[in-house]
């Protein structure tokens, strides 16, 4: 049995860091029936950014800290957990890894990293070297990982992680997109996984969002590097299944949307506004999320960084 918790009082959410957003209060919670037996604490970061530059290893200790003093059960790291790596060499990079790293190694539950664009490493270098065979490979080997999309069992609840990146070169370089072969693998592993069973799906690009709409107009178009361009071909294949929630990265903002019985959260950005502070209202922070039986809680926690990039 899993050891209760008592729930957080709003001192201690702001002690820790906790902030309004866009009109979000610090807690909002939803009906979700459907969802496994007992609660179960996912803490949700992503858009780390990781450098060296502006004292940011200790912006992600602190991060750490504040993540852990949660208690969850599971971690998931949401992508571009460093900065610029699609652009640049390995070697370049590898600084910025270990800054990283030290940070994940330092968290205290079990953390599933997501493949986000700035993750692949010599996609298409800017400085003269030669591009990379395989631009994953530095992220498969940093998480002993044998591909980059999976599904893992988690509490109760089945998680399914995804590699939404596409390279193409050009001027948009690379868009969000699930490929045939990964398609083929989640409606394979969707057939094996009970219809009741409570999924959750992790992806660095949104699969939905309203951001472009809110910030640009009613009629914006989201540009196909921002966004998963094939999302309506990845939800239908949940049609039968117990789709709960969506874990969604790559904006910096936090929002959260419901459609269909399943809710898409945005989760922020650990770095901010790229270590610049807050971007369109969403200060540098990560999700703290309870699944419960008949509910889910969602909280957005700044962890008291103050920005010191010029």
Not at 43 to 69: G, K, Q, S
């Amino acid at each position: 049995m899993k050891r209760s918790r008592p729930e957080l009082t709003r001192r201690e959410v702001l002690a820790l860091g906790g902030v309004v957003l866009a009109g979000l209060p610090v807690r909002s919670s939803w009906a979700a029936p459907g969802a496994a037996g007992e609660a179960f604490r996912i803490v949700f970061y992503t858009d780390v950014h990781a450098r060296v530059e502006w004292e940011t290893p200790r912006a992600l200790a602190m991060a750490a800290a504040a993540i852990n003093a949660h208690r969850p059960e599971l971690v998931v790291a949401g992508g571009d957990l460093i900065t610029d790596g699609f652009q640049s060499s390995a070697a370049t990079v590898e600084p910025r890894w270990q800054a990283y790293l030290e940070m994940h190694r330092a968290l205290r539950p079990r953390v599933e990293p997501v493949l986000g664009n700035h993750d692949l490493v010599a996609a298409i270098p800017e400085d003269g070297t030669p591009p990379s065979a395989d631009p994953r490979l530095q992220f498969r080997r940093a998480f002993s990982l044998e591909r980059t999309y999976r599904s893992v069992e988690a509490g109760g609840y089945r998680l399914l992680i995804l590699d939404s990146i596409s390279v193409v070169g050009g001027d948009d370089k690379y868009h969000g997109r699930i490929e045939p072969d990964q398609l083929r693998w989640l409606a394979s592993e969707l057939e094996a996984i009970d219809r009741s069973t409570p999924i959750v799906l992790a992806s660095h690009l949104p699969l939905l969002t309203g951001f472009y709409q809110a910030t640009e107009g009613a009629t914006a178009a989201a540009p196909a590097n921002r966004v998963v361009v094939n999302n309506r071909e990845v939800l239908e294949l949940f049609a039968d299944h117990n789709l709960l929630l969506v874990l969604q990265g790559h904006l910096h903002v936090a929002e959260m949307l419901r459609w269909r019985g399943t809710t898409f959260v945005t989760g922020g950005a650990l770095c901010g506004k790229w270590w610049r502070g807050s971007w369109h209202g969403t200060g540098e922070g990560y999700g703290v999320i309870t699944l419960r039986p008949d509910r889910v809680d969602w909280e957005y926690h700044g962890y008291g960084w103050k920005a010191v990039r010029p």
